[in-house]
């Protein structure tokens, strides 16, 4: 009896280390946001099949970019880890929660790693086909994205600004995904929106993370290439356009929001975004960029319960 449930330890760890390539714990949180952009454009809930589907091929989607960008970033990432070991490991930050970085730390074979996320590509790309032809059109665009922007590490900090194109794309389809002809204003809004949250919230705070090791590799990220002070002012300002462009998207939707509904997304905003953003433009700490980044990272997860709760009070016969 003891040998199987050795076996299966073995087997929960290696999918641990699948599970830490493709940075799920994040990746689930992420999956919030082409959700809620579903929901929002529409006002309400898709069919069951449309929803079915779409959990699954949102899930396989991040799954498989997140792996993307450790395969594609292997040979920097395992440079990086051989000289600075506070790459492989940073307490608190959302990316370490599993292990970081498993395949440049050679705790996963490279076929291995990249096996899984073909895996998980093709099931995504069969998902978003049946969701919407277009659906899948903007997913292999964010792949070829993500490969441009972990090329572009130590090339230029216009990086940042494909991330940016990266992180909306799952936003996009899943509008798209509810309604074959969405409304141009909407997808503008909302391509906006996450947008300047990935460059503010994401992006900026999480390059800062790792600025001392990319400084002695060259990386031409914006904290590393524009100082950190002009870093942290462009983060914040990206976050302060993400938290005005948030009540615009729900007024665009078919959500008919109320006033209190869009005072609360705002509030939203300025706790989990511009709070954090204005303490690391002002202490410049990588604790502090690993908070913002944390707390950024949840943003789409709140507003998603924000429109659960708009639909809910509806159902219920409140305005």
Known sequence: MVQPLAVNGKALSRIRLFLALSRTPHGLLDMATPLFCALVWIGGFPSIEVGLIGILTVFSGYTAVYALNDVIDYRFDKDKMMQDRESAASEGYLDSILVRHPLAQSLLSYREAVVWTLGWAVLAMLGAYLLNPWCMAIFLGAGLLEVGYCLL???????????????????VAAVFAVDPRPSALFIALLFLLFFFWEIGGQNIPADW????????????????????DLAGKIGFAALGLSVLLSPAVFLASGLAPSLPLLVLVLAIGVWQLLLPGWKL??????????????????YPLSLLAVVLLAIALRHLGFS
């Not at 590490?153 to 936003?171: C, F, H, L, M, Y």
């Open 153 to 171: 590490w130590n090339v230029s900090p216009a990086r940042s600004i494909v991330s940016g194109g990266v992180k909306t794309s799952g936003p």
């Open 209 to 228: 993370t790792d600025m001392a090791t990319d400084r002695r590799f060259g990386a031409k990220t914006i904290p590393v290439r524009l100082g950190p």
């Open 281 to 298: 433009l002002t202490r410049r700490g990588r604790d502090q960029a690993m908070v913002l980044f944390n707390r950024a990272s949840s």
